[in-house]
């Protein structure tokens, strides 16, 4: 199995900038799909961005032009590059990787964009 474990949020004004990270451990596959989902309270859990093996990324609209998801392989490490952020990406974060049958999350970390 795969662990996950975010770090980096926190309270931000609005127009700021966060940076989040998920450190994976475990049996990490060569081919597999990592990404970032996030819940508002009340709030299904929605798909923010996510980034293949390859390097293909893609995101949601709604964050497209502002976040960006990036990877180290090496440091088995996930991030989350969030600028001009907005009261509406107010969530808990978490990260996700899939391999085959592998589908593992983390336990999330909570972001807060207000003034």
């Known amino acids: 199995q795969v662990q996950l474990v975010e770090s980096g949020g926190g309270l931000v004004q609005p127009g700021g900038s966060l940076r989040l990270s998920c450190a994976a451990s475990?049996?990490?596959?060569?081919?597999?799909?990592m990404g970032w989902y996030r819940q508002a309270p009340g709030k299904e859990r929605e798909w923010v961005a996510g980034?293949?093996?390859?390097?293909?990324?893609k995101y949601a609209d709604s964050v497209k032009g502002r976040f960006t998801i990036s990877r180290d392989n090496a440091k088995k490490t996930l991030y989350l590059q969030m600028n001009s952020l907005k009261p509406e990406d107010t969530a808990v974060y978490y990260c996700?990787?899939?391999?085959?049958?592998?589908?593992?999350w983390g336990q999330g970390t909570q972001v807060t964009v207000s003034s």
């Open positions: 980034i293949t093996s390859l390097d293909i990324t």
């Open positions: 996700r990787y899939s391999s085959g049958p592998v589908d593992s």
């Open positions: 475990g049996t990490i596959f060569s081919i597999n799909t």
